[in-house]
């Protein structure tokens, strides 16, 4: 017995098991640290997509608040060059009744042909008193509609900027569960970054500064803002004229009828030429702020037309206005005209009267058309609507600083920052734990695969900014491109406002939180 014990002590065989063991033991960490790297890597990838979809939703929903901007303005773009249409066919109409009434005057006293001359006198009449009713409450109607769609644009404005306060958007619990919740990194400083960013494309910190101050394009405030929005206003809707509302129909090549708006008659002899024709023009049109005057804030709408007699002879040109009459459609004011808005501007000279000696009665017979059939209130209410206009900025890099101009030409973009906290992340995973071994005189050993300890980030004395865990940042940008043009400066008039993911360090918000200016923080930012 004592010899097999002796023999057994002696042997050698079962040392690989031991080997096995020790190396078994390895093997599992080994396994355990891959399946943690590669649970840690998938929760990464899972964070950062949540990060990119809250940031892009964010940003398309911005875009899609610039767009039904631009879409409302071209609506109220539409109103004015309604108006001016109307104006337009108006001032024509009148234009054609001051030139038929003293016709008619003479055959009205024609046997039977006066008849007939007297009932086309009292159908211009009925039809230019019905044409005056229409537009004087066409044009109060519009500029009211106008001021119903700048309403509109500021709820939409501020609903969004309203949205832009919530800490962590609906949008970003795309990987998350009730167990495993992603967390806002910074919420209150991410939020109002983003919500400075949006209010600032508009030309203020703040949305309600952006409201009063859009309100004073109704005033015709001296603000230099204001004055650029309502000339571009201005600019924009003259722009969208027909070309017969503009300067009449066949600018180029004169209608011989003279019931046309632009029309020419002529001839030649030589070196001399005679032509008598007309000509026309409508447009909008704004007088200068605090000019002294009452109509101060007082924008118009401007119509003429003029029938003119040009002769040419040896290189000298003579032309003499025949009739030219003009119409306007006023803003309201307290100190109303008590004339009316058409005016005949026309004085006949002396040596035409001993030419014609019957064109002063002429005169006074269109006068006196006028004066018969023009509107009954002395001004049409009119007025400029404010709207939701942009403030572009010629930089490309946005300046760090939460008052600092923005970038990227003030387009619009935002920051999200999500983070999972290790807790979190180890409590959906149970193999994320500490495994300790004690082999007494062979030795100890300890590893340690929890994330909340594992991947927490600090500064220099202990400062941490970032979240115990994992984190990750995003950034979106509601940006302007016309197909085809990149050069296009943004603007809130063309509905060609799009979303798209950047790079954090080049967004407006994180320049805001002076991310961009801090190195060491590029690193957290990026790990």
Known sequence: MIGRLRALRRSEEGQALVIAAVFGLVLMLCVLGTVNLGRAVYDKVQLQAA????????????????????????????????????????????????????????????????????????????????????????????????????????????????????????????????????????????????????????????????????????????????????????????????????????????????????FRWGFSVGVASVKLGSIARTEMGAYVPGSGGREAASPQIWSGQRLQLVAKAFGFTKRLNLLSLVEMDQLYTPFPRKEHQYYLLFSVPRWLKAILPGIGNVRDQMSAALNKYAPAPAQRPFWMSPYVYFAPQARGKPSPGPAAALGNFAQPDLLVGLALEGADADAGAPFRRRFSWNGRGAGSGAVDFRTDRDLALALPGGLQPLHRGLNAFAAAQAYYHRPGDWREMPNFFNPLWGARLMPVLESNAAAKLGLTATPLLRQFLLH
């Open 51 to 262: 990060a990119d979809s809250a940031a892009y939703s964010q940003a398309a929903l911005e875009a899609r608040v610039l767009n039904f901007t631009a879409y409302a303005n071209r609506a109220m773009v539409v109103h004015y060059a309604s108006v001016m249409a109307a104006t337009s066919y108006l001032i024509w109409l009148h234009f054609i009744w001051a030139g038929l009434k003293p016709l008619l005057e003479i055959l009205d006293g024609i046997p039977y042909v006066g008849a007939i001359t007297s009932a086309v006198e009292t159908g211009l009449g009925a039809l230019l008193r019905i044409i005056d009713v229409g537009i004087t409450a066409l044009a109060p109607l519009l500029s009211a509609a106008n001021v119903l769609l700048a309403g509109i644009e500021e709820g939409a404005w501020h609903s969004m900027w309203l949205r832009l306060a919530a800490p962590l958007p609906p949008e970003a619990h795309s990987g998350d569960s009730a167990a495993r919740p992603y967390r806002p990194i910074w919420p209150q400083a991410i939020a109002l970054a983003n919500q400075a960013v949006f209010a600032q494309t508009r030309g203020h910190l703040t949305m309600p500064q952006n409201a009063a101050e859009t309100t004073e394009v109704l005033t015709n405030s001296r603000n230099e803002a204001v004055q650029e929005a309502r000339l571009h206003m201005l600019e924009i809707a003259n722009s969208a004229r027909q070309p017969w509302v503009a300067y009449g129909d066949r600018y180029a090549s004169p209608s011989p009828s003279p019931m046309a708006r632009h």
